[in-house]
């Protein structure tokens, strides 16, 4: 079992830079691939970005490739969004998540573990 703790969201201007954290506890974080997702006010909750369990491969919506970057360090147990050139559609709560094993990664229900969300507000 893994618990997930996001952190580095808050305000900023259109343009601008945020990274956001997902700490993990654990033994098992390897073990896991991991991934991004949203949720704005009145919509569905969407897949932003996701991660191998070793880091090999990276998966991004069409929205946010080329601005966003997933990584992840196994050692801290933690996961990262790096989210550049941040434009107004992007405030979102977003969520980290894990998954033991997955055939669709932009799909939510292949996760078994969430966090409690953290909320990024880009202003125009």
């Known amino acids: 079992q893994v618990q997930l703790v996001e952190s580095g969201g808050g305000l900023v201007q259109a343009g601008g830079s945020l990274r956001l954290f997902c700490a993990a506890s654990?033994?098992?974080?390897?073990?896991?691939?991991m991934g991004w997702f949203r949720q704005a006010p009145g919509k569905e909750r969407e897949f932003v970005a996701a991660?191998?369990?070793?880091?090999?491969?990276?998966y991004y919506a069409d929205s946010v490739k080329g601005r966003f970057t997933i990584s992840r360090d196994n050692a801290k147990k933690t996961v990262y969004l790096q989210m550049n050139s941040l434009k107004p559609e992007d405030t979102a709560v977003y969520y980290c998540?894990?998954?033991?094993?997955?055939?669709?990664?932009?799909?939510?229900?292949?996760?078994?573990?969430w966090g409690q969300g953290t909320q990024v507000t880009v202003s125009s």
């Open positions: 998540a894990a998954a033991e094993r997955w055939y669709r990664y932009r799909d939510s229900s292949e996760y078994d573990y």
């Open positions: 654990g033994r098992t974080f390897n073990s896991y691939n």
């Open positions: 991660i191998s369990k070793g880091g090999g491969s990276t």
